[in-house]
């Protein structure tokens, strides 16, 4: 069982940045990939990041490549989104997620989310 809290999110204006971390708890945490999805409002959830198990591979949207940075700490059971030149359509619930499984960018494989935090970036 791995428990998952996102913070870090909050209101920016255009062309900000902010910081999303991920704290992440349970025994089978380092063995998880991890990724980050945000869902919109009357959009559905989509994908924006994710991360092996090893922290060796990433992979972004390309919604939001060069803009966003996804990493983690395995000794801190933590996971970070580092978000850059932030745009009014980045503006979401960001919702961390944990997969025992496949490395994938597909929501169904992942086993564990959090609640969710919301990010706001006015024009």
């Known amino acids: 069982q791995v428990q998952l809290v996102e913070s870090g999110g909050g209101s920016v204006q255009a062309g900000g940045s902010l910081r999303l971390s991920c704290a992440a708890s349970g025994r089978t945490f380092t063995g998880n990939h991890m990724a980050w999805f945000r869902q919109a409002p009357g959009k559905e959830r989509e994908f924006v990041a994710r991360?092996?198990?090893?922290?060796?591979?990433?992979y972004v949207a390309d919604s939001v490549k060069g803009r966003f940075t996804i990493s983690r700490d395995k000794s801190k059971n933590t996971m970070d989104l580092q978000m850059n030149s932030l745009k009014p359509e980045d503006t979401a619930v960001y919702y961390c997620a944990a997969s025992a499984g496949y490395w994938t960018s597909s929501a169904s494989a992942y086993n564990y989310w959090g609640q969710g935090t919301q990010v706001t970036v006015s024009s």
């Open positions: 991360i092996s198990s090893s922290g060796d591979l990433t």
